[in-house]
C-alpha cells in the first residue's frame, strides 16, 4: 500500500515542529539542539516559531554556510552561542561536518578492518580538506562539531582542529560528536587541544552486541564509548540521543551511561566504562549546556541562569540503574515558565 505525504509546507514544519517540541519537554528536555540540518535562511522563521515552543532551540550550521554564517557570527562573541534577535529561546554555535559515516553500515573509517573483512570504511574528507574547512569556519567566528565515528576519522579530526585552531583557541569550544571508537590516545589529544566530546550512547543499547558479534570483535567492543576512560582524563562530555535515529529522553542515556546495557540480548558491553549517576547527569546538564555555547544560561540552577529544570516523580538515585529510564516525568520548566506537567 502506497502512503502519500503532504507536501513540505512551512506551515506543516512549524506544527511538526511544535509537536515535536512539546513531546520532548515530556520527555525532559529542556534545550533540543539541531546540528547541520538548518539552513540559514531558516533561522529567521525558527526564531520567531521558537518563541512559542515547548522547549529551547538551538543549532550548527553545515559548512556549505560559511559565508552566509558570518551573519550570525558577528551578533556576538566566538566562545559564546549566538543567540539570534527577536528570539528568547533561539542559539546558533558551532559549523559542522561529517568526516565518516556509521559503524554498523562499516563506512566509518578505522585504522583497523572490521570484523572478518578487510575492509575499514572510508573517510569523506581528506584531511587537507577537513583542514580548510576548520581553517574557513575559524575565520567566519565559529568553533567546530566534526562528526567522526571510527578512529581514523578521529585522527584526521583531532589533526584538522590542531592545523585550523591550535590549542584552546579563543574562538570557542571545538567538539567531537560520537567519536564511538575513540583510543586511549585519541582522549589525550582531545584533552590537551582543550576540546570536548559528545557520546551517543544508543549504540551501546541498540548495537552494543553486534558490535562485540559482527562488527569489531569484542575487544574493540570494550572500549567503545569510552565514558569511564573520558572522565578519568579529565575531559568533559555530553551525552545525545541523535533523534530521531534513537528517542529522545535524557533519563534513558542516563540509564545506559549507567549500565552499557544492550536490548537485544541484555549483555554488558564494556563495564569498566561504565559511569556513575552524578557524571551522568552533568553529562545531560551542564556539559551539554557548554558544549552548544549556553553554559552562562543554562545547565545548572545558580543565581542568573533562566531556570531550566525538570521535576521527576521517583529519586534517579534511589531506583535500580535498570529502571532510569522509567522514571516519570512530572513537570519540565523553561526559563521559570512550566511547558509540561503530567
Not at 585519541?186 to 590537551?192: F, G, P
Request: aromatic letters at 6%; proline letters at 6%.
Amino acid at each position: 500500500m502506497a502512503v502519500a505525504l503532504p507536501p513540505t509546507t512551512p506551515e506543516l514544519m512549524a506544527k511538526s515542529l511544535a509537536s515535536y517540541a512539546k513531546r520532548a519537554a515530556a520527555s525532559g528536555n529542556t534545550t533540543l539542539h539541531e546540528p547541520g540540518t538548518i539552513k540559514p535562511d531558516w533561522v529567521a522563521p525558527l526564531a520567531k516559531l521558537s518563541n512559542t515552543l515547548a522547549v529551547r532551540m538551538s543549532g550548527s550550521l553545515n559548512t556549505d554556510s560559511v559565508e552566509a554564517s558570518k551573519t550570525f557570527a558577528s551578533l556576538g562573541p566566538g566562545d559564546k552561542a549566538r543567540k539570534i534577535p527577536d528570539s528568547r529561546f533561539f542559539a546558533l554555535w558551532h559549523e559542522i561536518f561529517w568526516a565518516d559515516g556509521s559503524n554498523q553500515a562499516e563506512s566509518a573509517a578505522q585504522t583497523k578492518p572490521y570484523l572478518r573483512s578487510t575492509e575499514r570504511g572510508k573517510a569523506n574528507y581528506t584531511v587537507s580538506q577537513m583542514v580548510e574547512l576548520c581553517r574557513a569556519a575559524k575565520e567566519a567566528g565559529w568553533p567546530f562539531l566534526i562528526h567522526c565515528q571510527g578512529d581514523a576519522a578521529i585522527d584526521d579530526a583531532l589533526d584538522a582542529i590542531e592545523a585550523a585552531y591550535g590549542v584552546h583557541p579563543v574562538t570557542g569550544l571545538n567538539v567531537l560528536q560520537h567519536a564511538t571508537l575513540a583510543r586511549q590516545d585519541q582522549l589525550e589529544r582531545t584533552k590537551r587541544l582543550g576540546a570536548e566530546i559528545t557520546f551517543l550512547p544508543d549504540l551501546l543499547y541498540l548495537y552494543g552486541s553486534a558490535y562485540r558479534d559482527q562488527i569489531l570483535g569484542p575487544e574493540r567492543a570494550e572500549f567503545m564509548v569510552p565514558m569511564a576512560a573520558c572522565e578519568k582524563a579529565g575531559i568533559a562530555f555530553s551525552l545525545h540521543t541523535d533523534a530521531p535515529v534513537s528517542p529522545a529522553g535524557p533519563l534513558r542515556l542516563v540509564q545506559i551511561a549507567v549500565t552499557r546495557r544492550c536490548v537485544i540480548d541484555n549483555s554488558v558491553i564494556g563495564a569498566d566504562q561504565a559511569i556513575t549517576i552524578d557524571e551522568a547527569l552533568k553529562a545531560i546538564t551542564i556539559h551539554a549546556a557548554r558544549q552548544i555555547g549556553l553554559e552562562d544560561s543554562i545547565g545548572s540552577l545558580e543565581p542568573g541562569k533562566e531556570a531550566d529544570l525538570t521535576i521527576l516523580e521517583s529519586d534517579p538515585y534511589k531506583v535500580s540503574p535498570n529502571a532510569i529510564a522509567d522514571i516519570k516525568v512530572s513537570e519540565t520548566w523553561v526559563a521559570g515558565q512550566r511547558e509540561f506537567a503530567a
